[in-house]
């Protein structure tokens, strides 16, 4: 397809079409976007359209790529859109990622991803994280 095409600027220009108002992709399709791109620009537009729609849904398999990926810009993508995706469903990813992250880079993205969440889940989990120790 063309979303999965060797030419980045055909793909990034199809992501951008199909992401304005009117075509509207959902989480789902956006996923099989992030999973099937060859490019990892194409990637971290999905990873950003994922994170601004907000869906639960979609955290699992956002955190997964936060956890597994191998390039750190699509890694700092996907921990962007789990912070911007506001919900409680990302805070233990987060916390996983923020204790035991392949680099203080990663460690520190998590952190303030999971600033970005704004909950109570988040504040609690925060501070467990300041304070060395699982708040009892």
Avoid: C, F, W
Wanted: a negative charge.
């Amino acid at each position: 397809t063309v979303l999965t095409s060797d030419d980045e600027k055909i793909s990034q220009a199809a992501l951008v079409a199909l992401s304005g108002r009117e075509n509207n992709l959902d989480s789902e399709t956006m996923l099989k976007i992030v999973s099937e791109a060859k490019s990892p620009e194409v990637q971290k537009m999905a990873l950003y359209q994922i994170g601004h729609k907000g869906d639960p849904a979609s955290v699992k398999v956002v955190g997964k790529i936060a956890m597994e990926s191998k390039d750190p810009e699509v890694q700092q993508a996907a921990l962007i859109a789990l912070g911007n995706s506001g919900s409680d469903e990302a805070v233990p990813i987060l916390v996983e990622i923020a204790k035991s992250g392949s680099s203080k880079k990663v460690r520190s993205n998590a952190v303030a991803a999971l600033g970005m969440i704004n909950t109570e889940k988040a504040r609690e989990a925060l501070l467990e994280i300041i304070e060395g120790k699982p708040k009892e």
